[in-house]
């Protein structure tokens, strides 16, 4: 069974930097396609980007292009979240999730979540 654990959530101010990093066990971690997740309080759950197994391809939902970075270490079986000036709006709880195949942004699509790494951003 693969389980996937998200880390570096917590409370960070407007403009600040922060790095998420979803870590997978109980499987083979380079076979997977990746991606983030998030959600918001009271809204659904929204694609924010994905990356295959190998990371040589990436895929950015149009509003976190040029703020946030993904990136995967297959020799560590983790996979990274940069997030760059942040704004209040990113505040929410970011999911990992992984998938057999090419990447998706549909979370219908993805086998395996981790539990969720809380992000709060202040004004």
């Known amino acids: 069974q693969v389980q996937l654990v998200e880390s570096g959530g917590g409370l960070v101010q407007a403009g600040d930097s922060q790095r998420l990093s979803c870590t997978a066990s109980?499987?083979?971690?380079?076979?997977?396609?990746m991606g983030w997740f998030r959600q918001a309080p009271g809204k659904e759950r929204e694609f924010v980007v994905a990356?295959?197994?190998?990371?040589?391809?990436?895929g950015y939902a149009d509003s976190m292009k040029g703020r946030f970075t993904i990136s995967r270490d297959n020799t560590k079986n983790t996979m990274y979240l940069q997030m760059n000036s942040l704004k209040r709006e990113d505040t929410a709880v970011y999911y990992c999730?992984?998938?057999?195949?090419?990447?998706?942004?549909?979370?219908?699509?993805?086998?395996?979540w981790g539990q969720g790494t809380q992000v709060t951003v202040s004004s």
């Open positions: 999730a992984a998938r057999y195949g090419a990447p998706s942004i549909r979370l219908q699509e993805y086998h395996y």
């Open positions: 109980g499987g083979t971690f380079s076979s997977f396609s």
């Open positions: 990356i295959t197994p190998s990371g040589g391809s990436t």
